[in-house]
């Protein structure tokens, strides 16, 4: 939590709270169903929630942004970016219901209010979002193809709306062709997890 003060020093009181209460929550579910690994959930705060916090330091949605977070999992990167931009409406995916289950359960423990959840494919879901947030779901390229049609025409952000994807290691061939830009995430975050980690932009 010291980290998340750290790098994000003007939180609320509620934001404190609920950033807080991420380690007990996520330890109790994780301890039932495996949505974070074991080897990792002692580094929560590093390799979870800070790294999710890497987009926000890339764009600071403004209010009534809609967000879809695609293959959310465990709730990354949507839960972290739901208590930073109270006013952002944000919906979570995953095709494994247990596993918008267990979002559902953290995010009503720490009364989280801008989330909706989907136990759905993205390409089957009938809406449109300023934003996109993945991490590391699949291949880049197949990753655009699989959110084509799913941008609002209408850019209400410092960036036109588009893809922000956390992945890490070399993606010049999987991006062949993709116009995008690269931020390296160790240029916000000190650490060694953070090296090798960028946050992928696409507009559209």
């Known amino acids: 939590m010291k980290l998340v ?3 994000f020093p003007n939180l609320s009181h509620k934001q404190k709270e609920q950033f807080t209460q991420l380690k007990a929550v996520y330890e109790y579910w994780n301890s039932h169903i495996n949505i974070i690994s074991r080897k990792t959930i002692h580094r ?10 890497a987009i926000a330091k890339v764009l600071e949605f403004t209010a009534n942004t809609k967000v879809i977070d695609v293959g959310t999992g465990g709730g990354f990167p949507g839960i ?7 006013k952002v409406n944000f919906l979570l995916v995953d095709s494994i219901g247990k596993k918008i289950k267990v979002v559902d359960k953290i995010s009503n ?3 989280l209010k801008n989330i909706r959840t989907m136990q759905e494919r993205v390409e ?3 809406e449109t979002f300023d934003f996109v947030v993945s991490r590391a779901v699949t291949n880049m ?3 655009t193809k699989l959110v084509e049609g799913k941008f609002n025409k209408q850019h209400k952000n410092n960036l036109n709306n588009g893809i922000l994807y956390l992945k890490g290691g070399e993606l010049s061939e999987e991006l062949k062709g993709i ?4 931020y390296q995430i160790s240029d916000f975050f000190e650490g060694e997890f953070f090296e090798t980690k960028k946050v992928i932009y696409i507009g559209y």
């Open 5 to 7: 003060l750290k790098y």
């Open 44 to 53: 929560l705060y590093t390799n979870h929630v800070l790294h999710s916090l």
């Open 80 to 86: 972290p970016l739901a208590i930073l931009f109270p």
């Open 109 to 111: 423990t720490i009364k």
């Open 124 to 126: 089957d879901i009938n």
């Open 141 to 143: 390229f197949e990753f």
């Open 179 to 182: 116009p995008y830009r690269k």
